[in-house]
């Protein structure tokens, strides 16, 4: 789905697999598993990037933009979907819209 709508808006949309292992407590319990699981997707990640400077790189998942940050020095820009979309779609001020709209809002709380 992501791969999809993304293509309708960028050029270049390479889905890249493996899981970063960020999520959850596997880092704690089992550390040679999720070690073994970062190194691939960093692995997959150099695969997809074929030399480019910045890779801007879309997920959804928060753990996810954590993991992937972790491969900045590869030079990935990790964004969240939402961020992606509302950037593009947007504009460079989606942010300061985006704040207007949710203080307009009705705050529920419990």
């Known amino acids: 789905m992501g791969k999809a709508l993304l293509g309708r808006l960028f050029t270049a949309v390479t ?3 493996d899981c970063c292992s ?3 407590t ?7 598993i999720a070690d073994a699981m970062r ?9 997809a990037m074929l030399g480019e400077e910045a890779t801007v790189v879309a ?10 940050g972790r491969n900045r020095d590869l ?11 509302a950037r593009h ?4 001020e989606w942010r300061s819209e985006f704040a207007s709209l949710a203080a307009r809002g009705e705050r529920v709380t419990f």
């Open 89 to 92: 779609l947007g504009g460079e």
């Open 15 to 17: 889905a890249v697999p």
């Open 75 to 85: 030079g990935i820009v990790p964004q969240h979907l939402a961020v992606l979309l």
């Open 22 to 24: 960020e999520a959850g």
């Open 59 to 68: 997920t959804n998942c928060p753990s996810c933009l954590s993991g992937l």
């Open 39 to 47: 190194r691939r997707k960093r692995h997959s990640l150099e695969r």
């Open 26 to 32: 596997l880092a704690v319990s089992r550390p040679d």
